[in-house]
């Protein structure tokens, strides 16, 4: 953990999305820390991240508190996520960019972030413009995530401190 530099990943099209998604991947968080501010059209989340970039092959390997910024934001959206349970821990699986026309140039579209269970959040937003932070030092993990992966079966680790 001494050698700790903070991640920063700023996303503008989907390829950019598609790397904040792999360093979010198995992130965890409570629905308490999720916000979304219609006035400033702004939707955020604070999460602990498994850090797989610093992950070797034993270990558990660090988590770190990370922030998830999603700005430009029309609505959010959630499906099978209980919104009146802020306790409630949900692991992040992907993220994942549907423009709103088949127009590959249309910058507006919806940011859909996968939780496991079966549950997601839908952002529709003008256009892709999100930021990922690190925002606290890391510590280690009480297990490495693990998946079960069948036709279409994937599930995460679910316990926020983990």
Same mark, same amino acid.
């Given at each position: 953990?001494?050698?700790? $530099?903070?991640?920063?990943?700023?996303?503008?099209? *989907?390829?950019?999305?598609?790397?904040?998604?792999?360093?979010?991947?198995?992130?965890?968080?409570?629905?308490?820390?999720?916000?979304? @501010?219609?006035?400033?059209? #702004? +939707? /955020?989340?604070?999460?602990?991240?498994?850090?797989?970039?610093?992950?070797?092959? #034993?270990? $558990? *390997?660090? #988590?770190?508190?990370?922030?998830?910024?999603?700005?430009?934001?029309?609505?959010?959206?959630?499906?099978?996520? $209980?919104?009146?349970?802020?306790?409630?821990?949900?692991?992040?699986?992907?993220?994942? +960019?549907?423009? $709103? @026309? @088949?127009?590959?140039?249309?910058?507006?579209?919806? =940011?859909?972030?996968? =939780?496991?269970?079966? *549950?997601?959040?839908?952002?529709?937003? &003008?256009?892709?413009?999100?930021?990922?932070? @690190?925002?606290?030092?890391?510590?280690?993990? /009480?297990? #490495?995530?693990?998946? &079960?992966?069948?036709?279409?079966?994937?599930?995460?680790?679910?316990?926020?401190?983990?």
């Amino acid at each position: 953990m001494a050698d700790f $530099k903070p991640l920063r990943l700023k996303a503008e099209d *989907g390829d950019d999305l598609t790397v904040v998604s792999a360093a979010l991947q198995d992130a965890v968080g409570q629905l308490g820390d999720f916000s979304w @501010d219609s006035r400033a059209r #702004r +939707f /955020r989340m604070l999460l602990n991240r498994y850090r797989w970039e610093a992950a070797g092959d #034993r270990g $558990k *390997g660090e #988590r770190v508190r990370t922030a998830l910024q999603v700005d430009s934001v029309l609505s959010v959206r959630s499906r099978n996520v $209980k919104q009146t349970a802020p306790d409630a821990v949900v692991s992040l699986l992907a993220l994942a +960019f549907e423009r $709103k @026309d @088949d127009d590959p140039e249309a910058p507006e579209g919806t =940011l859909v972030v996968t =939780l496991a269970g079966g *549950g997601d959040i839908r952002i529709e937003v &003008e256009c892709v413009d999100v930021i990922l932070a @690190d925002v606290s030092e890391p510590w280690r993990a /009480r297990a #490495r995530p693990a998946h &079960e992966t069948g036709p279409e079966t994937r599930t995460g680790t679910g316990e926020a401190g983990s």
